[in-house]
């Protein structure tokens, strides 16, 4: 399906706009930004998508009961939510503003209920990634609108022979190191084993609503969620307070800094009195402890830490976990 054909099914202006923008950013790395909610003091939402973590989810047992509870946490990868199931979550609602990533959930949870687990971590983790008779196999079971999404990018894929590396290395965040099936399964508790593959499509099924997504900033949560048991906010936290990028966004960046009170009151009213929020995480050997640091300073909010092992890599993540009470307090 080249651009033409992909455009003509695409009846919604916006998906026509998204798979506009994803064709640039498959062809040649162009980063097309829709949406900008920048001048709000969040990143744009636009960009590449992770197909697996690259963070150990394991640490979820140790952060918190998820068992019967009602989960906030970032889209991103998907995984991060299907943990949540796995561990047996009551309610998951997972939030984002890269609206690609709302296509790439809706694509991994229909792959992980209608596929075989081998051939569900062939799709994610075998090199080159998104093999497109495997998609057929699923693709039936998606959404119109992601559907015609992903058939417009498979078969371009398809079309694109010895240049499908460098495109997938332009859509996909950290292709092809972080698609190694190894790491993919031991950052995810629930692709361990059969066993757990199987339990977390009965989970799924067992939810008394589906996943449900919603393009929100980590700033507004109070104003768009009801209280959660437990809100996962992975590395957000990162963006919104160190400045990974050029210069040109060190406004922004200054501006993300003196949210800080607003992030925590947004917070606060989305926690339950006992809530738990694991707030950001640290890459063993890789962020510079001072971002955490800066994190720290600007939150001040008193954290506790868990020692991740990492998965690929001889050095351990530390993840930084806080009270609905510890928020509170932060907030006075």
């Known amino acids: 399906m080249r651009y033409n054909d992909a455009m003509t099914l695409a009846k919604d202006p916006l998906l026509k706009q998204k798979i506009d923008a994803t064709f640039q950013i498959l062809k040649n790395g162009e ?30 047992q140790k952060f918190a009961s998820f068992e019967d509870k009602d989960v906030l946490t970032v889209t991103a990868s998907g995984d991060h939510a299907l943990n949540a199931v796995y561990f047996g979550a009551k309610s998951v609602e997972t939030f984002d503003i890269n609206e690609l990533t709302f296509f790439a959930y809706d694509l991994k949870q229909a792959a992980l209920l209608n596929l075989s687990r081998q051939d569900f971590l062939d799709f994610y983790s075998d090199i080159p990634l998104f093999n497109k008779k495997i998609y057929d196999k699923f693709s039936s079971h998606l959404s119109l609108n992601t559907k015609t999404f992903f058939d417009a990018v498979f078969n371009f894929l398809e079309d694109a022979g010895i240049n499908k590396h460098v495109m997938l290395r332009n859509l996909v965040e950290g292709y092809p190191v972080e698609c190694d099936p190894g790491i993919f399964v031991r950052n995810n508790p629930y692709l361990a084993s059969e066993k757990t593959f199987k339990e977390t499509k009965k989970l799924i099924g067992m939810l008394k609503e589906p996943v449900r997504h919603k393009f ?74 001072q971002m955490s640091d800066r994190c720290k300073s600007r939150l001040g909010v008193d954290t506790e830490k868990f020692n991740i092992s990492r998965v690929n890599r001889k050095s ?4 930084y976990a806080a009270t609905a009470k510890d928020i509170k307090e932060a907030t006075k």
């Open 31 to 60: 980063k097309s930004f829709f949406n900008n909610d920048a001048k709000e003091g969040c990143l744009p939402n636009w960009y590449s998508f992770y197909a697996t973590t690259n963070e150990n989810l394991g640490y979820f």
């Open 216 to 289: 929100c900033p980590a700033h507004r949560l109070g104003e768009n969620f009801s209280q959660k048991d437990i809100v996962i906010l992975s590395n957000i936290l990162h963006y919104y307070f160190c400045s990974f990028y050029s210069n040109a966004d060190y406004q922004v960046m200054k501006k993300n800094a003196e949210m800080s009170n607003n992030f925590l009151k947004s917070l606060s009213k989305v926690l339950k009195p006992d809530g738990q929020v694991s707030l950001f995480y640290e890459f063993g050997g890789f962020l510079p402890l």
């Open 316 to 319: 351990q993540d530390v993840v």
